[in-house]
């Protein structure tokens, strides 16, 4: 979740903001189900009760076979995650390529409902970020000379990529990320695959709090908002997307799909501004707006794929915020009231 986006957003504009008004069709919401914890449900009982609490799709950050295997005849969308450390390897062959494919997707065909395969999570900038686009190249020559055409693969950033993105009309790529992003844009839009992006209102209110109301971060209806030309923002979450589409139209992207990976607010961790309520209040928020609202303010009459981040509080992530994201507890009881299963 390393999300430097947040220190663009250190301003809030006082503006009188119009109550939004729903108008596009709905849109299901998926969760992230991460697995760095060691008291965790197994995957059988975690796909149960993915299933109870009606979610339509999950994300996975690696190709696990015991969670594959639960997953299987399940009907939950899958996004399906590459390692970091593996995307050198991928990036090497189309052999290499198949070699995963055919030891991580292929085997669970036609029960498993992948929709998309993620070349990794958040390595752009860095030291992998070369080997995302020539792993999503070969990744898409196989899966096409195998005629299966069905499963979208692209790649997942963080915040590290964007700057300038207060007002978001003015975001770009940094210095750093613009080469690999520009490679990576042009690669998605001929294909026709989107992109995804982690994007957390918390973390910028975090960073100054004193600067951006609560109520703007948490997504609450009666936040004051600010202006950007003619675009009104409401809430921090649409402004961050928004700077995200700006950048990626900026580079290339016009028409390209811009999906939302990870959202999501955390429990505790971090005093007063991470608490159950607040949790609860940015999800559900998040969650109506998802499945019910317009769109952004830029991309109106857009429907982004969404997941909110994450099924389960995890122990063996970093002590802090970190570890306090999930919407259950590893017991499977509600850490807050949540739009899929409101009392656990």
Do not use: H
């Amino acid at each position: 979740m390393e999300l430097f986006m947040i220190l663009n957003f250190m301003l809030v504009l006082v503006v009188g903001v119009s109550e939004i008004t729903f108008a596009a069709p709905p849109r299901p919401t998926g969760i992230n189900y991460g697995l760095l914890g060691d008291n965790l449900p197994t995957p059988t009982d975690a796909v149960a009760l993915v299933k109870r609490c009606g979610m339509s799709k999950v994300r996975l950050f690696e190709p696990k076979p015991e969670v594959l295997q639960a997953l299987r005849g399940s009907g939950l969308g899958v996004s399906l995650g590459i390692r970091n450390e593996d995307l050198s390897t991928l990036a090497s062959s189309t052999d290499a390529a198949r070699t995963w494919l055919t030891t991580n997707y292929y085997p669970y065909i036609p029960d498993l409902n992948v929709l998309y395969i993620t070349a990794g999570n958040e390595v752009i900038p860095g030291s992998n970020a070369q080997y995302v686009v020539p792993a999503l190249k070969n990744i898409q020559s196989v899966l096409t000379q195998d005629k299966k055409t069905g499963v979208l693969p692209t790649t997942v950033v963080s915040g590290a990529v964007f700057q300038d993105t207060y007002p978001p009309s003015g975001a770009t790529f940094t210095s750093e990320a613009l080469p690999i992003m520009t490679d990576l844009i042009t690669f998605l839009k001929g294909a026709g695959f989107p992109l995804l992006v982690n994007i957390y209102p918390y973390f910028a209110y975090a960073a100054n709090p004193s600067a951006i109301s609560l109520d703007f971060a948490l997504l609450q209806p009666n936040a004051t908002g600010f202006m950007d030309g003619s675009l009104k923002y409401t809430n921090l979450f649409d402004a961050m997307y928004d700077a995200a589409v700006w950048a990626v139209e900026k580079a290339g992207g016009e028409g390209l799909n811009v999906y939302v990976s990870e959202t999501g607010w955390p429990s505790g961790g971090n005093g007063a501004g991470t608490t159950p309520e607040n949790a609860a209040a940015y999800v559900n928020n998040f969650y109506k707006l998802n499945m019910n609202g317009p769109g952004s303010p830029k991309r109106p009459n857009a429907s982004p794929d969404a997941y909110v981040f994450a099924l389960f509080n995890e122990n063996q992530k970093p002590a802090g915020v970190e570890q306090n994201f999930g919407v259950f507890y590893p017991s499977m009881k509600s850490v807050y009231s949540n739009p899929w299963c409101p009392s656990g």
